[in-house]
């Protein structure tokens, strides 16, 4: 605000000099347009996810537990945000909400422009479905089921698929994770980073609004786990819109935003300008040993 506010009186004092606009109005009037025109700026990008003043309050006994405090925040189309703090800091907690699993004690969440909170369970579950890709740290794939069959899933739901187009998306999603030549290993036949590659191709099966992340690199070793960074920020720069929640702080400067909490509440909210290139990351990382 002070900062406009110099600007202004600034731009008043050269203009009265020059004395070439007839009237303050005229000076007015370009004033104005500035402003809409910065504010059309920030309004041209388009809103995912948007908290507003979040809290939910848990009741253990007598005692009520505070696990966000008020949240407040906007995602946008194509940002990669990552969501840290350290444990007990309400990382969980936001993650259920963003992926409707619950619902806040008070305050609004809307998700791709749907307001959620007064919602049924099944209502929730529709939404779910049709707007999130998830990616656990455990993987979640059904077991002695293959690639494939993985990643049909959430289009089961789908009446727009039939058993064929079902197989074509799926067999394209795994494709384009990098295991179009493991189509039909089942997950017990799969490595972590090769499981962790599948239940991203089912994330991004159904083409969902946003990518929710919980901790999808927090069962894999470094060179695994740069693998799945160089994967997300694949996903990135063709405009997907990812979130995703850790404690690792490392993961952060890979990412475009970092959201970091602490006590239920967000202690920082910071735009990335050096986004670090997980594919040199990987690079440059001492060749695997035998041993
Ligand atoms: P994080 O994932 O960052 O470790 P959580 O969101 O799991 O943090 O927890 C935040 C706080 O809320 C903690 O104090 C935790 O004990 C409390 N909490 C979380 N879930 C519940 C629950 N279902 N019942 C009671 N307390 C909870
Ligand atoms: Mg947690």
């Known amino acids: 605000m002070a900062m406009v506010a110099t600007k202004t009186a600034a731009t008043t004092k050269t ?62 189309e194509g940002e990669f945000v990552t969501i840290m703090g350290t444990s007990g800091s309400g990382k969980s907690t936001l993650l259920n909400q963003l992926g409707c699993l619950d619902t806040p004690t008070s305050g609004e969440y809307f998700l791709d422009g749907t307001p959620v909170r007064k919602m049924s369970k099944s209502q929730r579950a529709k939404l779910r479905n049709r707007k999130i890709g998830f990616v656990f740290q455990n993987y979640n ?14 289009l089961m739901y789908n009446k727009k698929y039939n058993a064929a187009q079902r197989r074509e998306a799926a067999i394209k999603a795994l494709q384009a994770v990098g295991l179009g030549d493991r189509l039909e290993h089942k997950s017990n036949q799969m490595s972590g980073g090769q499981m962790q590659r599948v239940a991203i191709a089912r994330a991004l099966v ?9 901790e999808a690199t927090g069962n894999l070793d470094t060179r695994t786990s740069f693998e799945m960074l160089v994967l997300f920020q694949e996903l990135y720069h063709q405009g997907r819109t990812i979130i995703f929640v850790t404690h690792n702080p490392d993961i952060a400067k890979y990412s475009s935003r970092n959201i970091n909490l602490r006590d239920g509440k967000i202690r920082e909210d910071v735009v990335n300008d050096n986004i670090l290139s997980a594919a040199d990351a990987l690079a440059s990382l001492p060749a695997p040993q035998d041993d």
């Open 141 to 154: 794939l059904l077991p002695k089921t293959t690639a494939v069959e993985n990643v049909e899933l959430p």
């Open 206 to 214: 159904n083409d969902p609004a946003v990518v929710l992340a919980d």
């Open 15 to 76: 203009v009265r000099r020059d004395n070439f606009l007839p009237a303050n109005i005229s000076l007015q009037v370009i004033l104005l347009n500035r402003q809409t025109m910065e504010e059309k700026k920030e309004d041209s990008r388009k809103v995912v996810i948007e908290l507003q003043n979040v809290k939910r309050y848990f009741k253990v006994g007598d005692e009520t537990v505070k696990a966000l405090r008020g949240v407040s925040f906007k995602i946008y």
